[in-house]
């Protein structure tokens, strides 16, 4: 019953630590049909692969500097996609109350309807998917991430959420 709910969203923010499954997830489970997906990992690799001339994108490349680019992709493909009434799925870690209150602020400004689905898989589990990546990410940015963890609630502005533990 929650995923109907949620499903029928304007914006979908699917988060939580590397390797907890956050695109096997949407993939299965939230309604794509229409709907546009936005990943800031794969905005990484688009603009270091178009930038390099091809060369093939790792974590290793990740920078503070060029996030800066990413984020502000991200949020012109994102006000894009709700100015031509489009609905969006974005698939991000998003583990604190900041890095997700601007899609909140979004859907206020906009007037649409957000919710937030949380995978609450334990560190170990995500440690261990990690590991079985062909392109890792460094095991020291999960355990960060795992610290500076909050988990998502309707005082953010979403007007659903739910926390999925252990998917």
């Not at 109907?4 to 956050?22: F, H, Q, R, T, Y």
């Not at 299965?28 to 690799?45: A, F, H, S, V």
């Not at 601007?102 to 400004?109: D, E, S, T, V």
Request: glycine fraction near 6%; proline fraction near 2%.
């Amino acid at each position: 019953m929650e995923m109907e709910k949620l499903n029928a969203m304007d914006i979908l923010l699917v988060c939580g630590l590397p390797g907890s499954g956050k695109s096997h997830f949407s993939r299965t489970y939230c309604n794509t049909n229409g709907r546009k997906r936005i990943n800031r990992k794969e905005l990484r690799r688009l603009i270091y692969e178009m930038t390099s001339f091809g060369d093939a994108w790792s974590e290793e490349y990740f920078n503070d500097h060029d996030e800066l680019l990413v984020k502000h992709v991200e949020r012109k493909m994102v006000e894009h996609f709700l100015q031509e009434r489009l609905l969006l799925l974005i698939d991000n870690t998003s583990v604190t109350v900041e890095s997700r209150q601007y899609y909140a602020n979004i859907a206020r400004q906009t007037r649409r309807t957000i919710g937030a689905i949380f995978l609450n898989v334990p560190i170990k589990k995500c440690l261990a998917r990690n590991g079985m990546r062909e392109d890792k990410i460094s095991e020291g940015i999960i355990v960060n991430l795992y610290a500076a963890l909050e988990l998502p609630t309707k005082a953010e502005g979403f007007n659903e959420v739910l926390v999925l533990p252990d998917y």
